[in-house]
């Protein structure tokens, strides 16, 4: 969230570790954890990402420990086959990472794109969910706008930096 980074990556055996690390967690803009997860789920798929580009299959256990809940899931690789062509081309896009911050242009998007992302977010075992109607887009802009709002209030507060990022911790 925000580029915030809310996680720590460690390694533990034949396995890395993946932490949630609380100190990045926006509290006001998301008193729950809920997106510092999400970003956590990022930083997992991008590793999941890389050991397929090196020829490894990942085997993820999410929140493989109970009474660790910062241990958000341990990722090992014991087999060894060719990485598949979208997973390489997927990971050459890691490594010209960009961030657009501006507004997108109202065109039609090109067709099938939005069954092709709901096709992939399948195969991670999430579901995409297509805003489409202005109430609904009106309601996401809400939301949105909402969490901006509790972000800059956050920011505000003493001891947080830019982005409401603890200060002394990188925002980007």
């Given amino acids: ?5 809310p996680w720590l990556f ?12 609380a100190g990045r967690q926006l509290t006001v803009a998301d008193p729950a954890g809920r997106q510092m997860l999400i970003s956590c789920g990022a930083a997992m798929f991008t590793a999941r990402l890389a050991l397929r580009s090196a020829g490894r299959i990942p085997q993820a256990r999410v929140l493989p420990d ?5 241990l958000v899931a341990r ?3 014991p087999r060894r086959p060719a990485a598949a062509s979208y997973e390489r081309q997927l990971f050459d896009q890691v490594t010209r990472r960009r961030t657009h911050r501006g507004g997108f242009d109202p065109v039609p998007l090109p067709p099938g794109l939005l069954a092709t992302l709901q096709a992939g977010a399948r195969q991670e075992g999430v579901h995409l969910r297509i805003i489409t109607g202005e109430a609904a887009a009106a309601a996401l802009a809400a939301a ?12 505000a507060r003493p001891g947080t930096g830019r982005l409401g990022v603890p200060a002394g911790q990188p925002a980007a």
């Avoid at 460690?10 to 690390?21: M, S």
């Avoid at 109970?66 to 910062?70: C, K, S, W, Y």
């Fill in 66 to 70: 109970p009474a660790d809940p910062l």
């Fill in 1 to 5: 969230m925000h580029n915030t980074q």
């Fill in 144 to 155: 949105v706008q909402a969490s901006e709002q509790a972000l800059r209030r956050e920011s």
């Fill in 75 to 77: 990722l090992g690789w």
């Fill in 10 to 21: 460690g390694t533990d055996a034949q396995e890395l570790c993946l932490y949630a690390d």
